[in-house]
């Protein structure tokens, strides 16, 4: 089995679990889930850096980032340094992140929110809502054309924007629909770890005009920033990169004034 069905398995048993002790009446309840939600695609559209950053203690991949850290001081500087919204990896089994860190983010700041997770079902975007989410992802690798559709008509019920992740072109005809805000093209392919800004590349002309291209995982630089522009991309998101450092906020505000001088 590869290390994403294995996340997809254990992630299944985990939600049945939940489901059975808190029932989704319960997360309706929540006082985040009437609030107004802020869009990311919108942010992006707006902004010359077009950064998206991510709240991401260990991965798979590389095991572990940075464990020193309060979610919410990252929250803050990301904010104060003016991305576009910010990740946060809410897996906590593979990348050491919780509910928890979602709801302390959105406590912290103002800005748009996705909640990082691989989604399976509708209950994890209630979740999402409940919690202070402003924006799910979708990963195309794991779920069917028609549960992309059901997931994300629901998660644009609850006013949420959509942002669906591809690795390569089957993907991309797979999930075209019109509930989806965002595509995003990930770098590094989930099963083997491997990383090319290659594959933002040769998908992008694959992605139709009415969807906000975001190139996401192994961005290291400016310069593969600015070599990523001319093929439409908007937004860019950036974990690794930032949370290696003893001050994220303080790294992005450095990379992002760089970016726009
Ligand atoms: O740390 P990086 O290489 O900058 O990557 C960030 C982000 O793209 C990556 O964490 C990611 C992209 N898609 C995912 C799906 C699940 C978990 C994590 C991810």
Redesign the pocket.
């Known amino acids: 089995m590869n290390i994403l069905d294995k996340i997809v398995a254990d992630k299944r048993k985990e939600v049945d679990l939940k489901k059975s002790l808190i029932p989704v009446s319960q997360l309706e309840q929540s006082v985040l889930m009437d609030r107004e939600t802020a869009s990311l695609a919108q942010a992006l559209k707006n902004s010359g850096s077009g950064i998206i950053a ?1 709240h ?1 203690r260990r ?1 798979p991949s ?1 095991s572990i ?1 940075n464990q020193d850290l309060n979610v919410q001081d990252v929250a803050m500087g990301y904010e104060k340094a003016g991305v576009c919204g910010m ?1 946060v ?1 809410t ?1 906590g089994k593979y ?1 050491g992140g919780s509910l928890d860190d979602l709801v302390l983010a959105r406590a912290a700041v103002h800005m748009p929110l996705l909640r ?3 989604i399976i079902d509708e209950y994890q975007i209630l979740e999402a809502k409940a919690y202070g989410a402003d924006v799910i ?1 979708l ?1 195309a690798a794991v779920l069917s054309r028609a549960e992309i559709k059901s997931l994300s008509e629901a998660a644009k019920k609850l006013n949420l924007d959509v942002l669906l ?1 591809v690795h390569n072109e089957e993907e991309i005809h797979k999930s075209i629909m019109p509930s989806l805000d965002m595509l ?1 093209v ?3 392919n ?1 099963k083997t770890f491997e ?1 090319s800004l290659e594959t933002s590349k040769n998908l992008s002309k694959l992605i139709p005009d009415e969807f906000i291209k975001v190139s ?5 630089s400016i310069d593969a920033i600015t070599d990523l522009k001319p093929y439409g991309y908007q937004g860019f ?7 290696k450092t003893d001050n994220p906020g303080q790294y992005a505000t450095e990379f992002i004034k760089t970016l726009e001088s």
Request: hydrophobic share 40%; glycine share 10%; net charge negative.
């Open positions: 991510e991401k991965s590389k980032i990740s990896l897996d990348f990082k997770e691989f992802l990963i992740e995003g990930n770098n590094r989930l990383v996401e995982s192994g961005i290291s998101l950036i974990g690794e990169n930032f949370m």
